[in-house]
């Protein structure tokens, strides 16, 4: 099922051993950009770009809103890389290679994994414009055995059965609390529960009333595969869902969502997230390893 060339770790090896060779600082904290989001890139010091196309085994992005550009650099004083633009399984990708930038950062000796999203409401009180604080996800595709971690198990990222109960860590789920609270975008924040499902599509009526009555209070297509990579291997997550729709849970009064519409509120919200981050960024403590290697 697996062939040599794929090989998962090889390949994660190889991609790390390229960018540790021709980055300055080896980053120890590793930020995605969801849909539109990726101007938070452009914010670090020092900045390094590579194209997505020039770094081996990198799959490409196909989205717009995804820029496909990996920024290494300095936020808040902190050794960063930033993924403008990630990668989704509607995109084609399987589920190794959507999760394989999370390995590499593991391999090049990121400790943090910061995961932002653009993410339609299911819950009543959300609006279009806040952001949710993911406290636990819902992993669609991962309960019907689409999920990163199936195949067989390299030790050297983690065991075999992880734990996924502390997932998004609560010390780093805590502190950008209060931080909204000290930016006064207390009103618009919220905690809650992320539904990852494989899209393109976005949801039925039906299917929107079935995952509320879930649990889940926001939908997206991506994130949980790169939280539970990234949990797999003992990094530390948190994750951010920018609120950029509500979803229809009836078939009167309200207007269907696009992509488009999406990154129109990604713009319109980006500062508001960034500021966040970078605030987050700031009170992070890891240490840069400069001795990592693969291990
Ligand atoms: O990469 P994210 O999860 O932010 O992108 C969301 C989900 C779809 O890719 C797209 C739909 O507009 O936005
Ligand atoms: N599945 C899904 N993904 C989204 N990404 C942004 N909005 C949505 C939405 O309403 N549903």
Redesign the pocket.
Known sequence: MYSKKESRYENCEETARWLRDRVRTPPCIAIIC??G?GLLADTLCDPQVFSYSQIPNFPTST?PG?AGELVFGTLQGKSCVCMKG?F?VYEGYPLWKVTLPVRVFKLMGVQVLLVT??AGSLCETYRTGDLMIIRDHINMPGLASLNPLIGPNDDRFGPRFPSLWDTYDPNLRSTALEITHRLGHAKLTHEGVYCMVG?PNFESVAEAKFLRLLGADAV????APEAVVAKHCGMRVFGLSLITNRVAQGYEGQEAVD?NS?LEVSKWRSQILQDLVTELVATICCQVDNDQQPY
């Open positions: 969801g849909s989001l989205v995804h990630r989704h999203n653009a899209g997206g297509m991506s994130t992509h999406v």
